[in-house]
């Protein structure tokens, strides 16, 4: 039998279940046939419809039964449907490739985390992971976690991050619900709380307390009396890009390159996975931010060597009510006070410029704008 545009072949085959050792996968053959993958084993089996319901007929184990003999064996009980000489003897129920009862919780999050956290951080997966895995035990089924264990884990957990856990945890048991692990009854996903249920929920306000930020004027005087050290230098190499201190903490000499697109500029190439965003994001560098690198080391290691802390250390040394992270907000300041273009600000800052049309169109980082931009910043701050 010829092979079908799409279908699988041994090696396709191999790799399902190399790349799921654990769970279950189907694996779309073409014409209803699919490969289920569950634990490391895989079955051919093809799902039809009959008069009364869905059906599924099996063709044996891979790699006993290859690709090509299972859309043979598949096409001969199709024609002997047709004929009438094969009678639906195996009824597939409702809840179609439903896993044995007892999935675990620790399954359900890891799962759910494989799919939703694929543009993530790496650290925001890894905290994700570690605030829902502290709620139950990981070998809890899923199927059994009830509104009140919900409540009973979340609520002495603090405001905000109860929260943020709150609504990832209902998105593991919807993720659970697709996978046909649990069914939810009347009230619907025990993490979300509607209806006649929502009283049992605290209502949250989110607070306008922000991180502590300098005033732009006082900016100069502040950079002046930073100490010469490491972490001093970092802080000011910080203040010069308006970056995260979590991205320069994370840098490499790996990521300071050069752009050649009409002009040739120094920058900052700061990888996807150092981003909040998990976006790529470049910072153009003046003379004044070359300067605080000083020699280049090798491409694996750091732009600064910062022990923990270290540059909110040197900070609090000379301004003890300010935070390093509100040192962005004192860039936002000057740039808003002194007629400095909104989108050029938001773009240095790396946040969102304009909706999801307009970032469709404009790629462009704006290196150019952006360094003049930061040239007069560094003007300001170094004066």
């Known amino acids: 039998m010829p092979r079908l545009h799409g279908a699988l072949s041994i090696r396709d085959c191999q790799e399902a279940i190399a790349s799921h050792p654990s769970g279950v996968r189907k694996v779309a053959d073409g014409g209803g046939l699919y490969l289920f993958v569950q634990n490391g084993r895989a079955t051919w089996t093809w799902q039809f419809r009959t008069a009364s319901g869905w059906s599924s007929k099996g063709f044996g184990r891979f790699p006993d039964v290859s690709p090509a003999m299972a859309r043979e064996a598949c096409e001969a009980y199709r024609v002997a449907l047709r004929n009438g000489t094969a009678p639906v003897t195996e009824r597939m129920p409702r809840r179609a490739i439903a896993v044995a009862a007892g999935e675990s919780f620790g399954k359900a999050a890891r799962g759910w985390l494989a799919v939703a956290g694929t543009k993530w951080a790496d650290k925001t997966t ?39 856990v709150r609504q990832n945890l209902a998105r593991v048991l919807d993720f659970a619900a697709g996978r046909k692990w649990l069914t939810f009854d009347a009230d619907g996903n025990p993490a979300k709380f509607e209806g006649h249920r929502r009283e049992l929920w605290p209502r949250f306000t989110k607070s306008d307390n922000h991180h502590a930020a300098v005033a732009w004027s006082d900016l100069p005087g502040l950079y002046k009396s930073l100490p010469d050290t490491e972490a001093a230098n970092a802080l000011r190499f910080l203040i010069l890009t308006a970056c995260r201190a979590g991205e320069l903490e994370k840098a490499t000499w790996s990521e300071i390159t050069e752009e050649r697109n009409g002009h040739t500029i120094a920058v900052w190439k700061r990888p996807a996975d150092h981003m909040k965003l998990g976006k790529e994001h470049s910072i153009p560098l003046t003379p004044a931010m070359v300067a605080l690198l000083g020699e280049r080391g090798a491409d694996d290691s750091p732009l600064f060597t910062l022990p923990a802390n270290s540059m909110l250390n040197a900070l609090k040394k000379v301004r003890p009510e300010a935070t390093v992270h509100g040192l962005r907000s004192t860039f936002a300041d000057w740039c808003g006070d002194n007629g400095k273009d909104r989108d050029l600000r938001e773009m240095q800052l790396a946040h969102l410029v304009g909706n999801s049309v307009e970032r469709a169109y404009s790629r462009s980082e704006w290196l150019v704008r952006r360094r003049e931009l930061l040239t007069a910043w560094a003007s300001f701050a170094t004066a």
């Not at 992971?129 to 035990?137: I, S, T």
């Open 126 to 164: 890894t905290a994700v992971e570690r605030a829902l895995l502290r709620l139950f035990a990981e070998a809890k089924p899923v199927a059994s976690i009830t509104t009140q264990d919900v409540l009973g884990v979340l609520l002495p957990l603090p405001e905000r991050q109860r929260q943020d």
